[in-house]
């Protein structure tokens, strides 16, 4: 927040100043050096500042979000595994499983996964993979913490909540836990997927 205020100050100071001068302008209509030479010029110098700061910090604004939502995709990009494995372990019969790029990008895939988990009991080989997969995991998603915490607070804040999801299907002794943990990891990646940039 405070880097747009910094962003968009000097913005309001250009278009002020613009209008206070051309005001004064309009107001004095007897025509003198001061009015019909640095009034003008001085106008001039506002509008200018005015589009050439605003381009910038437009620029400036999209690159920042770009940047963002690249390291929310290579966020993203690291809970393939586990997504991928559950999404096997709870496909149905005659389907094909989802493509990296859904279970990567796409919100809806991982709402999908949440409905056939709570529909459906995972088998305990499935269990055994997917514990397998969470523990390898962990330690990635851990390490990546700080390039949550680039992006937001709230992000950080639920990438903290997914990793220790993680932590708890590959610590479960029971299906309960690794159930429940799994539903628990795809309730937080719908949270992390649902917060703004």
Known sequence: MM??????????LFGLGGIFLFAQLMRHGAPGT???NLIPELIGFCLEGFFL????????????????????LSLRGALREVLS??????????????????????PRAVQALFVKLSNRQLELEDMRNLKKTAGVSFSILRDL??????????????????????????????SIGVTTAAQRFLINVGEFDDLRL
């Open 145 to 174: 913490i700080p390039v949550a915490a680039n992006l937001s607070a709230d992000h950080m804040r639920w990438w903290l909540a997914i990793a220790d999801s993680v932590r708890e299907i590959a610590e479960a002794t029971s």
């Open 34 to 36: 001061f009015e019909d």
């Open 85 to 106: 494995h559950l999404d096997v372990a709870l496909l149905e019969e005659f389907t094909e499983p989802a493509t990296s790029a859904a279970l990567e990008q796409d």
């Open 3 to 12: 880097n747009r205020l910094v962003l968009f100050a000097p913005l309001v």
């Open 53 to 72: 700061v605003g381009i910038f910090s437009l620029i400036q604004l999209r690159l920042a979000r770009e940047r963002k939502n690249e390291l929310r």
